[in-house]
């Protein structure tokens, strides 16, 4: 079974920061996804991405497959940015039920 | 709104009583899924399905029983409710496989076992 480690797990910043948020896994995946969960609030899935950087406003999200790794960053951060970054990853050849889970990244903005 | 809906949002239960979470989705998606959320882990699997009238156990099963009886609504039971199952469930799908497609998620149900 895959392990994904997620880093850091606490990150408090300042409005207009850049931010990256760090996503490591063990086993070859064919895809990593990145959710985002608001404060008592539903899930979001934000990129699903199988290889090189995928942006949509201010978010980017980079993999890189031979390393493992994977990087969400935030530009210009504003408070309502304020949420859980969950990352998952579908190992190779994997089923249904094949998404392991990240146990989030806690992101706090200040204004 | 499209989207995938759960009800109810909150319940309390002591234990041994038995309920129903009710997850249903306008999407026309094959694949459904039960996750509960627990502090300081990461979503687990329950249950999921790959259709109408088929079921399958995910990383967590015990104590839940699953039904799809039709393509838009998954159904997780709680027959005799245990404070372990005091979590935040989510009910998600996707038009294929997860992690093939992206997942659309219910807004979470609160499940409090006293």
């Known amino acids: 079974k895959n392990e994904v480690e997620q880093s850091p797990q606490n990150l408090t910043a300042q409005e207009g920061e850049f931010i990256t948020i760090n996503c490591s896994y063990s086993?070859?995946?064919?895809?990593l996804h990145w959710l985002q969960q608001h404060p008592g609030g539903g899930i979001v899935s934000l990129f699903m991405l199988s290889s090189g950087k995928k942006k949509h406003g201010r978010l980017i999200a980079t993999i890189n497959i031979q390393e493992k790794h994977s990087s969400l960053h935030i530009t210009a951060s504003h408070p309502r940015d304020s949420a859980v970054y969950i990352c998952?990853?579908?190992?190779?050849?994997?089923?249904?039920?094949?998404?392991?889970f990240g146990k989030g990244t806690h992101l706090i903005i200040q204004p | 709104n499209a989207g995938v809906t759960q009800t109810p949002k909150f319940r309390v239960l002591k234990t041994g009583q038995s309920m129903t979470l009710l997850c249903a989705q306008d999407?026309?998606?094959?694949?459904m899924y039960w996750y509960r959320q627990d502090p300081g882990m990461g979503l687990r699997l329950i249950h999921y399905s790959v259709g109408e009238g088929t079921t399958a156990k995910g990383e967590v099963p015990d104590g839940y029983n699953v039904s799809r009886l039709k393509k838009q609504n998954f159904l997780l039971g709680l027959e005799s409710a245990a404070p372990s199952q005091t979590s935040v469930y989510f009910c998600?799908?996707?038009?294929?496989?997860?992690?093939?497609?992206?997942?659309?998620f219910g807004a979470g149900s609160r499940l409090t076992v006293l």
């Open positions: 998600a799908s996707s038009y294929q496989a997860s992690g093939a497609n992206v997942l659309t």
């Open positions: 999407m026309n998606h094959e694949y």
């Open positions: 086993v070859g995946i064919s895809a």
């Open positions: 998952a990853v579908r190992e190779s050849g994997g089923g249904a039920d094949g998404l392991t």
